[in-house]
């Protein structure tokens, strides 16, 4: 495998996760019979770049698909997070009825809904045609495709650019950053979130580690790829959202706009772990490891002591999680979703059956362990109930912590 966006050969192993079926392939009763199909699940890193990534096991339109099931508004927190974005960049750029705003995977319209509600026009590009239906249904114009620098010809120029979670997501990051020049008007402004490399080292979050994350990203590596394509970078926020994010802010290189005090700040704390060498990303596995005995440890004493577990969350967290470390439904009998595209399916891998919330109340596990721990405080403020029968909460990262 050559690094997808230097080209250099790439020789250096981050991980190793072995093998996992496709994160959100939930599976049905009937294909419960059928054979599922593992892909290798190993990251890389670039000597040259420093770019931690994925070789493309699973092709793109393979895993967002007709029958993709995620969808972005069943979490109140990410709402919020979108709704609050959408306040502060009208007002940050003023942005009106005459602006163009496009969102870059725009799922079920879950952020261009405000945006539509101010009366700023805006366009989704989003492939999969099950979440494009539901912002359409909101009155939201979308074009079922996958943003690309041959797709950008033939959209409207952009005041606003957005893409959350998407740039890890795309295979050739270049003729993505191409299209995001392209659509971009001489004056206008690009925002990039995705879940920061630093954080998924120092906290271990390994988890967050599947086929459909082609690329794992540090400020550092970003600006190599923005800058190559006549992009600058000028500024950048922390963000508290998916363990951790970046939010990035671009701009034609031809702007000159200069570096904020923020992104000089971030380069030093990525600088100051070795992510611009490769000492920076030795030892990772033994973290990982760690994690995944701890785990099995736990459940199986839970077990031993006649002790019932279940999960909340069907996250695509869990597929890898659950994958590495061997578990089934012998030691987590049932996970909880509110989505109801991914109740009555099963988890890919484990098998674990995949409820409504109906069954925590009917089934009073003693232990419920948050798959997606990035929104913990959400769901455990939502679950308060089964403190009733004295059941516990659980997270698995950074390391297993019973919450009592």
């Known amino acids: 495998m050559n690094c997808r966006f230097c080209g250099n050969k790439l020789n250096h192993e981050f991980i190793d996760l072995v093998s996992s079926p496709p994160s959100n392939s939930y599976l049905s009763a009937e294909q419960l019979n059928e054979p599922e199909i593992f892909y290798p699940l190993k990251l890389f890193v670039c000597d040259k770049c420093f770019l931690v990534q994925i070789d493309e096991y699973k092709k793109n339109n393979e895993i967002f698909n007709e029958n993709y099931a995620y969808f972005s508004s069943y979490s109140n927190s990410w709402l919020e997070h979108a709704k609050n974005y959408t ?27 405000y945006f539509k509600l101010q009366g700023i026009p805006c366009l989704g590009v989003e492939p999969t045609k099950n979440t494009a239906a539901v912002a359409k249904s909101k009155g939201i114009d979308v074009i079922e495709d996958f943003f690309t ?46 879940q920061h ?66 992104v000089k700040k971030i380069l030093e704390k990525e600088i100051a772990i070795n992510l611009d060498k490769l000492d920076g990303y030795k030892n990772f596995q033994v973290k ?65 059956p995949i409820v409504s919330e109906d069954a925590l109340l009917k089934e009073k596990p003693d232990f419920v362990i948050i798959i997606p721990w990035n929104i913990k405080s959400e769901i455990i403020s939502q679950l308060l109930y089964i403190k009733k ?13 019973i919450n009592n």
């Not at 740039?167 to 206008?188: E, M, R, S, W, Y």
């Not at 800058?227 to 702007?255: Q, W």
């Not at 029968?389 to 659980?394: C, H, L, P, Q, T």
Request: charged letters at 20%.
């Open 149 to 194: 620098e041959k797709l950008a010809d033939n959209l409207p120029k952009a005041d606003l650019i957005l893409g959350n979670n998407v740039l890890a997501h795309v295979p050739n990051i270049n003729d993505f950053v191409k299209g995001l020049k392209k659509t971009l008007k001489p004056t206008g402004t690009i925002t990039m979130e995705f």
């Open 288 to 352: 990982v490891d760690k994690i995944k005995y701890e785990l099995l440890t736990f459940l199986l004493e839970a077990k031993k002591d006649g002790m019932k577990v279940a999960a909340y969350g069907a996250a695509a967290k869990g597929t890898t999680l659950l994958n590495y470390c061997g578990i089934k439904k012998d030691l987590i009998s049932f996970i909880v979703d509110r989505n109801p595209h991914k109740q009555n399916k099963f988890l890919p891998g484990s098998h674990i």
């Open 87 to 113: 306040e502060m960049m009208i007002e940050k750029l003023g942005l009106n009825n005459k602006s163009q705003v496009i969102e870059i995977a725009s799922n079920d319209g879950y952020l261009l809904q």
């Open 197 to 262: 490399l630093l954080n998924l080292i120092e906290q271990s979050q390994f988890d967050t580690i599947y086929h459909e994350h082609f690329s794992y990203l540090s400020l550092f590596t970003t600006m190599q790829i923005f800058k190559t394509h006549g992009l600058n970078i000028f500024d950048v926020d922390e963000l508290p959202t998916h363990g951790g994010s970046l939010r990035i802010y671009a701009a034609h290189s031809e702007m000159n706009k200069k570096h904020s005090e923020h």
């Open 389 to 401: 029968w004295n059941a516990k909460f659980v997270t698995a990262i950074p390391q297993v912590t």
